[in-house]
């Protein structure tokens, strides 16, 4: 991280870390920050899982480009380091992968004294989720192989077959991924933080299955029309709606960083 990026101003706090009124400066290892963002210790055999998506105020997941680049800004981008340093894994659809261009996730050289201090391990593994199977090359070498799970249905492990390795591949349902049997794989392999950074359709059915704990929003300060979708995309309203408490409210030049907390029970 720059030491000259954006302030961020704490507007409201609930939990440990700093408290309101508190101005956050730039700082490579980002330790209050990643304080900020701490996830409570889930209880066993189970995740905790915050899911970060980025929106305008008229509503919408990305601008023009279609991606969600188009929206973001460097003061979402700290935020965005923070969390991922002290995640075990980085959940991404494979349709996201695909339309950002993801590669295997890395934690910022400067945030590994911080993620060590936190008592996470070095490496930081990408979780991919998918139907059918289908990855782009940059999965399937060696070395990202060694760092990525992917989260499949038995019709996309015969995809995957002789492609990846079968230890790494997590089969959960047919037809569609069970999220849930997914998860609970997450945690036997002692991957219990989970960060997932969409798209809008897996998140949608994550919150479907009610698996959400979390949800971190950053608003940019940009109206762009057009028809791009919300950050919870799904074809049927949640009856009844979930309700969340505020963490924590960040602020910088206009962009407002949220964290809801979704889970009925847990430390903030």
């Known amino acids: 991280m720059s030491d000259d990026g954006p302030h961020l101003s704490v507007l409201v706090a609930t939990g440990p870390g ?18 900020l963002y701490t996830h409570p210790l889930p209880t066993a055999g189970r995740t905790w899982l915050r899911a970060n998506m980025v929106t305008t105020i008229d509503g919408a997941a990305w601008g023009a480009t279609g991606r969600s680049g188009s929206i973001n800004n460097s003061a979402d981008f700290r935020a965005f380091c923070a969390m991922r340093a002290m995640a075990d894994v980085v959940m991404v659809g494979a349709g996201t992968v695909r339309t950002e261009g993801y590669t295997p996730v890395e934690v910022p050289p400067e945030l590994a004294a911080t993620r060590s ?9 990408t979780a991919v989720v998918t139907r059918s199977g289908h990855l782009p090359d940059a999965f399937f070498t060696p070395e990202a192989a060694s760092s990525c799970l992917v989260l499949t249905t038995a019709e996309g492990a ?11 591949v997590v089969v959960a ?3 569609d991924v069970d999220l849930r049997a997914g998860l609970a ?3 036997r392999r002692s991957l219990p933080r989970v960060l997932c950074e969409g798209g809008p359709t897996l ?7 009610g698996v959400v704990d979390e949800l971190c929003v950053t608003t940019s300060p940009q109206v762009v029309g057009g028809p791009a979708t919300r950050i919870v995309h799904s074809t049927s309203y949640l009856r009844p709606p979930a309700a969340a408490r505020l963490g924590h ?18 430390p903030q």
């Open 185 to 187: 794989e997450l945690a």
């Open 249 to 266: 409210l960040l602020v910088s030049d206009g962009v407002l960083l949220a964290r809801w907390v979704v889970a009925d029970e847990g």
């Open 173 to 175: 349902g047919i037809g």
């Open 117 to 125: 201090a936190a008592g996470l391990a070095p490496g930081l593994t």
């Open 158 to 168: 015969q995809a995957l077959e002789g492609r990846f390795p079968t230890e790494r």
């Open 18 to 35: 700093a408290g309101p009124g508190t101005r956050l400066a730039p700082d490579p290892a980002e330790r209050e920050l990643s304080a």
């Open 203 to 209: 998140l949608g059915d994550l919150v479907a299955a």
